[in-house]
């Protein structure tokens, strides 16, 4: 298993930017697919934005324009940057590297926006 260690996360007014970094034990390219997943208090999961093996990236509707995923395949390391954060983005940030039906998690990093 890769072990998958989140930073970055913080308080930030709304407006704000923040980049979150996802530095990994192993190849990335290992992967199918790295992600980034949220979970609000009260919440489930939810899938923010995925970088596949090939460079194809999705992105949830509530992020488009805003936050764009990244990686540095050298550094074994993949990126969130979020800009125009607003208070609905608080939530614990989760780093994910999907192999088929295996999926490796971060321990996550918090991140709260304020009005």
């Known amino acids: 298993q890769v072990q998958l260690v989140e930073s970055g996360g913080g308080l930030v007014q709304a407006g704000g930017s923040l980049r979150l970094s996802c530095a990994a034990s192993?190849?990335?390219?290992?992967?199918?697919?790295m992600g980034w997943y949220r979970q609000a208090p009260g919440k489930q999961r939810e899938l923010v934005a995925t970088v596949a093996y090939s460079g194809f990236t999705i992105y949830a509707n509530s992020v488009k324009g805003r936050f764009t995923i990244s990686r540095d395949n050298a550094k074994n390391t993949v990126y969130l940057q979020m800009n125009s954060l607003k208070p609905e983005d608080t939530a614990v940030y989760y780093c994910n590297g999907r192999l088929g039906v295996r999926n490796d998690w971060g321990q996550g990093t918090q991140v709260t926006v304020s009005s």
């Open positions: 192993g190849n990335i390219l290992s992967f199918n697919a």
